[in-house]
Nanobody, 122 residues
């Protein structure tokens, strides 16, 4: 059974940094396609960053230059390092995975975690 477990969320002041992690289990973690998205109650989910075969990465314009996605295949873990955080970054952050890379669309990835809350205060 594939499981994704996020951790590392918390509260931080504007301008600060956080790194959230996503530990994957239940499948052979060779990277595949993985990504992060966030959701604020009452709003649509927003894809943020994806990492694809050959370590190709994609970022939403809203986080480009501030967020960095990376993976540690030996630890079956994907990270999202977030810098220069803004109050608008406050959301529940989710990781998603598509081991077979059947799609490159993060919101359509086959598996999702339960999320970790990030709160940025002004």
């Amino acid at each position: 059974q594939v499981q994704l477990v996020e951790s590392g969320g918390g509260s931080v002041q504007a301008g600060g940094a956080l790194r959230v992690s996503c530990a994957a289990s239940g499948y052979t973690f060779n990277g595949g396609c993985m990504g992060w998205f966030r959701q604020v109650p009452g709003k649509e989910s927003e894809p943020l960053a994806g990492i694809y075969p050959s370590d190709f990465t994609w970022y939403a314009d809203s986080v480009k230059g501030r967020f960095t996605i990376s993976q540690d295949i030996a630890k079956n873990t994907v990270y999202l390092a977030m810098d220069r955080l803004k109050p608008d970054d406050t959301a529940m952050y989710y990781c998603a995975a598509d081991p077979a890379c059947e799609t490159y669309t993060i919101l359509a990835f086959r598996y999702r975690g339960q999320g970790t809350q990030v709160t940025v205060s002004s």
